[in-house]
């Protein structure tokens, strides 16, 4: 017999707290789901669910490419193989359940899910969930751009109809806040379209707080800091995300102040690190460490989704100053607790200005900061929000 559930949260992909996008987002849902101890019909299925098997089909879909002597080929073929097998296996898990609905956070588990929905003859509804700061196939054109893939552009039209097809497929949509749908209405032609005939539902992401042992001094002393104050960035290093924006704007601080050192963490990507001895460049961190050394947090991003980071930040109590775009300009209006900034000379006043304020000051500020995270995203507040939005939609509202 099968299992009565409201929500079936669903990713084709592993979860992963300390990774961004879907598998950090689901991560931390099913955690503040499982510690709010609040009453609840909604099951986690996922492919950290299922190591032996997932660890099997890929063994399969090598072994049945492998004699394709096109690498292009093989490739496509092996994924095409691996994806069959692995939404068989998650067929198998959905039938265990009677759901309500199912919500799904990226374009193919969409069109997985329309047709599994259609083939059991189920009336659940599809609840589609973005985690980019663009469409995902403006992501992954730009990353087979970057990687220099030859068929980058076959690769694109194809994304682009996929894309399409699950948006138009969804039931209803799910975003954090109404400025976070700014990086899709903008740069998808058909969306607002779409929005005349699907609802959407806005639900404020939340997180586990940073926390560490390290000391402010532990941490500088790791980093070969010498100077009175840090700013820092965490992310991708791309133009989405504003790195080539922060280092126009840490070069025109270094210039001036020799009393300030960059922190920088987060995978290199095509863009060269910026050359001065106080922009320090750290890779994969932990940011929870990193933020110990820190005085004030840069956010550029030129499109913002809702951030994981700033979040995460906001929990250690450290200031942001922050691009006046999508996502920020949510949280700035939920807390007032960030400084927003128009461009790169209002940016380097923030926070220069913050730096300059008196340590009494930053010291109170830093509770109330806290304090803002606390209300509006830690893990109970944000599973209240997700479990609210689901009775909402069982119940027809």
Same mark, same amino acid.
């Given at each position: ?26 991560? !931390?849902?099913?955690? *503040? ?15 950290? +669910? ?90 992954? $054109? ?6 220099? @893939? ?21 039931? +209803? ?24 005939? $699907?609802?959407? #539902? ?18 500088? #002393? ?33 210039? /001036? ?28 961190? !932990? ?8 005085? /004030? ?33 949510? /949280? ?15 940016? @380097?006043? #923030? ?22 995270? *606390? ?12 479990? !609210? +939005? @689901? ?7």
């Amino acid at each position: 017999m099968k299992k009565k559930v409201d929500n079936i949260v669903f990713l084709s992909e592993d979860v992963n707290i300390r990774a961004g996008g879907p598998s950090g987002y689901i991560a !931390n849902l099913e955690h *503040a789901i499982n510690e709010s101890h609040i009453p609840n019909k909604i099951v986690f299925i996922n492919a950290t +669910m299922f190591p032996r098997q997932i660890k099997r089909i890929n063994f399969i879909g090598r072994m049945l490419c492998f004699y394709i002597p096109v690498g292009r080929v093989r490739r496509n073929m092996r994924q095409n193989v691996i994806k069959y097998l692995t939404y068989r296996l998650f067929a198998k898990a959905l039938d265990k359940y009677d759901f309500q609905t199912i919500t799904v956070h990226s374009v193919y588990d969409v069109l997985f899910a329309k047709k599994y929905i259609k083939s059991r003859k189920l009336s659940a509804k599809i609840l589609q969930m973005s985690h980019s700061p663009q469409p995902p196939s403006e992501e992954s $054109h730009d990353r087979d751009l970057a990687e220099g @893939i030859p068929d980058a552009d076959a690769r694109y039209a194809v994304a682009q109809k996929v894309e399409r097809d699950a948006f138009t497929a969804a039931d +209803m949509y799910i975003f954090p806040s109404a400025e976070s749908v700014e990086c899709y209405s903008g740069a998808l032609t058909y969306f607002d379209e779409l929005l005349k005939t $699907h609802q959407i #539902k806005y639900v404020r992401t939340g997180c586990r707080p940073l926390q560490t042992d390290k000391t402010r001094d532990e941490m500088r #002393k790791r980093y070969n800091v010498k100077t009175p104050y840090v700013v820092t960035y965490i992310g991708r290093h791309n133009e989405i995300k504003g790195y080539d924006v922060l280092q126009k704007i840490a070069k025109q601080i270094l210039d /001036v102040r020799d009393d300030i050192t960059f922190l920088v963490g987060g995978r290199m990507g095509k863009i060269a690190p910026l050359e001065h001895p106080r922009w320090i460049e750290l890779g994969q961190i !932990n940011p929870a460490e990193v933020l110990a050394a820190t005085d /004030v947090f840069i956010l550029p991003n030129r499109q913002t989704y809702f951030d994981l980071i700033l979040l995460e930040v906001l929990s250690t109590g450290t200031y942001v100053v922050a691009s006046d775009t999508g996502g920020n300009k949510t /949280v700035y209006v939920d807390t007032g607790i960030i400084t927003l900034y128009d461009d790169e000379k209002d940016c @380097i006043k #923030k926070t220069l200005l913050i730096l300059d304020s008196c340590a009494t000051r930053r010291l109170i500020d830093s509770g109330n900061i806290k304090k803002a995270w *606390a209300d509006h995203y830690s893990p109970n507040q944000f599973a209240k929000n997700y479990i !609210n +939005m @689901i009775a909402e939609v069982c119940n027809g509202k």
